[in-house]
């Protein structure tokens, strides 16, 4: 729903997709996604042939987005061969509907360590050939590029910025495609991302802002802790730690003081299988802790996850950003519970904006009312460039 005011999708598209899934299980789900997207891509197949290179645009596009949103329950190791075709035709037909119109978007690479990052760098829409700020997008735990595009590329481009859209460690193709895992040190993935964009003749390099989404809030600020190019921050929510939430509902749940819970790699045995019993139990939780976070952070067992999400935390790194820092928090959106800790320790020229369910913008990441959050973000980083 997020993506409908920036035409991924109409409510009509998603609630027949719902009624065709019913109680079906997620292999219906994914059936029912790819039917839709399938429909979708036919139909710019034929737009095309008539000659209305617009509307094929559109059409491919939203394709895109079906395809994407056809594979989540389906995540995990070793790859389901539902989700590596899905996704190939994800990026199949966002490739084929960026390259229409008068300015043609291709698909473009990143250099980095063994394995090149994909990438679309998304003009400004009306400066296609001019110089103007830059807007690195950072996806989260389980986006693509054609989530970022949606989320906020499309508006960032009506505002007149140019955007970059990749998928780094952990992400899309980088993780479904090549296994490479999520990493602590994002710095050095943004090191990589900033030296591509530099390159680009049409960037500001005065001017270019780091937003992250999701698990992007955390990884964005972590980067640009390190990365002094970076001139604006938007951390969407402000995510100060990965570990910090099982940390309080382990606490809470088995009774433990703060000592036994500093470290959770280091569980005690019983309550680590207590913890994963429970995980199991739970088909939100057995999706997030144990088809995705395993898989993203290329481990097998709950012991080494929480180890390494104890490696994603800001203490003593949120200090050292030195830009402009935005940090959001959406009202019952728990991955933005420590948002405020974050803000505290930030020690740059700083703003924190909230967002209400009054609003319609309660929930993780804004995502019942995405254009109020670009808005107001785009304000903010208006304000920021303003003069440079």
């Given at each position: 729903m997020a993506y409908i005011p920036y035409g991924g999708a109409d409510f009509g598209e998603i609630a027949a997709v719902a009624a065709e899934v019913g109680n079906g299980d997620d292999g219906a789900y994914h059936a029912a996604w790819i039917a839709a997207a399938e429909r979708l891509e036919a139909e710019a197949e034929t737009t095309l042939a008539s000659g209305h290179e617009s509307s094929a645009r559109e059409l491919y596009l939203?394709?895109?987005?079906?395809?994407?949103?056809?594979?989540?329950?389906?995540?995990?190791?070793?790859?389901?061969?539902?989700l590596l075709d899905a996704y190939r035709r994800q990026i199949a037909a966002f490739d084929r509907g960026l390259a229409l119109g008068a300015r043609p978007v291709r698909p473009q690479r990143i250099p980095f360590e063994s394995q090149a990052m994909p990438a679309y760098f998304i003009p400004a829409a009306g400066y296609e050939t001019e110089v103007r700020p830059l807007v690195i997008l950072n996806n989260g735990y389980d986006s693509t590029s054609t989530d970022m595009y949606f989320l906020s590329a499309v508006a960032a481009s009506r505002r007149g910025y140019h955007s970059l859209l990749f998928e780094g460690p952990g992400q899309g193709e980088m993780l479904y495609e090549h296994g490479i895992p999520l990493r602590p040190d994002w710095e050095a993935v943004i090191g990589a991302v900033v030296d591509f964009a530099l390159a680009h003749p049409l960037v500001d390099p005065s001017r270019i802002a780091l937003?992250?989404?999701?698990?992007?809030?955390?990884?964005?600020?972590?980067?640009?802790?390190?990365?002094?190019?970076?001139?604006?921050?938007?951390?969407?929510?402000?995510?100060?730690?990965?570990?910090?939430?099982?940390?309080?509902?382990?606490a809470a749940m088995f009774k433990l003081p703060p000592q036994a819970v500093a470290d959770l790699g280091k569980l005690d045995e019983s309550v680590m299988q207590r913890a994963e019993q429970m995980v199991r139990a739970d088909r939100s939780m057995h999706w997030k802790v144990i088809q995705r976070g395993y898989w993203v952070h290329g481990v097998d067992n709950l012991r080494d996850y929480l180890a390494s999400a104890e490696l994603y935390a800001l203490a003593g790194r949120a200090e050292q950003i030195r830009c402009p820092t935005l940090i959001t928090q959406a009202?019952?959106?728990?991955?933005?519970?420590?948002?405020?800790?974050?803000?505290?320790?930030?020690?740059?020229?700083?703003?924190?904006?909230?967002?209400?369910?009054?609003?319609g913008a309660a929930g993780h990441c804004?995502?019942?009312?995405?254009?109020?959050?670009?808005?107001?973000?785009?304000?903010?980083?208006?304000?920021?460039?303003?003069g440079r």
């Open positions: 939203r394709a895109s987005v079906f395809y994407a949103t056809s594979y989540h329950p389906l995540y995990g190791a070793p790859v389901d061969r539902r937003s992250g989404t999701s698990l992007g809030g955390h990884l964005a600020p972590r980067a640009a802790s390190v990365e002094r190019r970076i001139a604006a921050l938007i951390a969407d929510p402000g995510t100060w730690s990965i570990a910090d939430g099982f940390r309080h509902a382990f009202e019952n959106d728990r991955a933005a519970a420590n948002a405020e800790t974050f803000f505290a320790a930030l020690r740059c020229p700083k703003t924190f904006m909230r967002f209400t369910a009054v609003e804004e995502m019942r009312n995405r254009s109020l959050f670009n808005r107001r973000t785009f304000d903010w980083l208006d304000e920021q460039f303003e």
